[in-house]
């Protein structure tokens, strides 16, 4: 079982930063792929940005170059930094996690963050 918990969400201006953050109870983080997702109303939640269990990292093309994905496993934390911030980037922001075997296979379960909102708007 891992429980994520999110931090870090809030209202900024456009252009403006924040980072969220992702803490994850539970044993063996390292072996986990993360995610970060958003959701607006009336919209499908939408992937913004994945971090490997060897760090390789990816990205929705909305973010591309304002985004960074990171991730600390003594920390048991992963990161998204936001840059130039837009008003299209506000949304609730969830944090998921699954396994991944040495072989690079997804198994077991997904697990999901509450969500942290932030929202872009002067």
């Known amino acids: 079982q891992v429980q994520l918990v999110e931090s870090g969400g809030g209202l900024v201006q456009p252009g403006g930063s924040l980072r969220l953050s992702c803490a994850a109870s539970?044993?063996?983080?390292?072996?986990?792929?993360m995610r970060w997702y958003r959701q607006t109303p009336g919209k499908q939640r939408e992937l913004v940005a994945t971090?490997?269990?060897?760090?390789?990292?990816s990205y929705v093309d909305s973010v591309e170059g304002r985004f960074t994905i990171s991730r600390d496993n003594a920390k048991n934390t992963v990161y998204l930094q936001m840059n130039s911030l837009k008003p299209d980037d506000t949304g609730v922001y969830y944090c998921?996690?699954?396994?991944?075997?040495?072989?690079?296979?997804?198994?077991?379960?997904?697990?999901w963050g509450q969500g942290t909102q932030v929202t872009v708007s002067s």
């Open positions: 971090i490997g269990r060897a760090g390789t990292r």
């Open positions: 998921n996690a699954y396994k991944v075997t040495d072989t690079g296979l997804r198994t077991g379960s997904d697990y």
């Open positions: 539970g044993s063996a983080f390292s072996l986990y792929a």
